[in-house]
């Protein structure tokens, strides 16, 4: 079954500098990979889309890489801000047009 | 429109008690899915509704939970009756289709003592 992997250590960036998120799969690759936002006592809010056939995908200082061949995703935050400061999610599309297979999450930590 | 709202916030309950949790959708979404939050074991999907109906229900971890969706832009889920073990953070999120961005409500913390 698809498993995902997520750094469960906490990731702590200095203010100002880029902070790479990484998401590993192990199975099949998905149609598509989604990642998310989360503040704690809030649900999960959806920052950016991937799919299987794109490399890359921005959002003014997000970006999204897809490797199929890693099996990897990598989230990328420029320019960080301490109001960066979350867990960050990413999901897999489970083989099924609606399953989302979640990764355990990222707390990312952006010190002034 | 005001996002997906759930109901209660926070619920603390004595074990063998019903527990019922609300949500409303956002206007238009034909997606629906009910999400468990566990230190232990992450988000997992209990139920998904399409168009009212519920297409998969198998992550619905025993008979004592339930869940409707009397109309397009309401569910619930039901809990009964409630064991300690069922204690953890409750989301529902919709969507306009199965496959695009969900949209997730602030989540019921469920206590059950």
């Known amino acids: 079954s698809q498993k995902i992997e997520q750094n469960s250590e906490a990731l702590n960036i200095q203010e100002g500098k880029t902070a790479t998120l990484t998401c590993n799969y192990t199975n099949y690759s998905p149609a598509y990979l989604q990642w998310y936002r989360q503040d704690p006592g809030r649900g999960p809010v959806f920052l950016l889309l991937i799919r299987e056939n794109e490399k890359e995908k921005r959002k003014e200082r997000l970006k999204v890489t897809f490797d199929t061949t890693l099996k990897q995703s990598l989230f990328h935050i420029t320019a960080s801000q301490p109001a960066d400061s979350a867990t960050y999610l990413c999901a897999l599309e489970g083989g099924s047009n609606y399953q989302l297979i979640w990764g355990a999450g990222t707390k990312l930590i952006i010190k002034p | 429109d005001a996002g997906v709202i759930q109901s209660p916030r926070h619920e603390v309950t004595e074990m063998g008690q019903e527990v019922t949790l609300r949500c409303k959708l956002i206007?238009?979404?034909?997606?629906l899915f009910w999400y468990r939050q566990t230190m232990m074991r992450g988000l997992e999907l209990l139920i998904y509704?399409?168009?009212?109906?519920?297409?998969?229900d198998s992550g619905m971890p025993e008979d004592r939970f339930s869940a409707k969706m009397p109309n397009a832009s309401f569910s619930t889920l039901k809990i009964q009756p409630s064991e300690p073990r069922d204690s953890a953070v409750y989301f529902c999120a919709s969507s306009v289709d199965s496959n695009t961005e969900a949209f997730f409500g602030q989540g019921t913390r469920l206590t059950v003592v």
């Open positions: 206007s238009g979404h034909n997606s």
């Open positions: 509704f399409n168009n009212n109906v519920p297409i998969d």
